[in-house]
């Protein structure tokens, strides 16, 4: 086919890299001078200006996610999360504290989702709640004031060793503190 076309610039575009390299090759034989040979991979861009053709940058390229009516928005963390949610499920621990002592007014409240079956495990999140009421009932004790952020980082610290521990699961955990 290149003898009958003799083609004034080869540009291989099908294949497996090794294979576009062979290409060039078999063009080469065939007597196109080597600078008509423009070996390229996805995203680069060719020009020919009438006197040369080359390759003139890169853009960028791959798979572009669609999620609901967002073209683009879903990033590697996005898909990570979605991932470890689809593995381990999520624990949401919710509880109401009084700003001034810190001292738990209602709660803490766990629900599961993707988890456990909640009706079947439920000294495990009664287990769960009671690392969450210590964990408040520590921080009540410290610093005046609490530091709440860290408090909840503390608390989603023990709640993964206490289910790593006891399922071998490692679900994400979502601790809400609601400072009333």
Known sequence: MLGITRPRYFIPIHGEYRHLVKHIQLAASTGIPRDHLLLIENGDVVEFN????QITERVKVGRIFVDGKGVGDV?????????HLSKDGLVVAVVAVDKVSGHIITGPDMTSRGFIFEE?????????????RQAIGNAALGADPVDWDQVKNEVQRQLKRFFNQVLERRPIILPIIIEL
């Open 50 to 53: 009438g006197v040369v053709g």
């Open 75 to 83: 990033g590697t963390h996005v898909l990570r999360d979605r991932r």
């Open 120 to 132: 079947t495990k439920t000294h495990i999140l009664d287990d769960a709640k009671d690392i969450f």
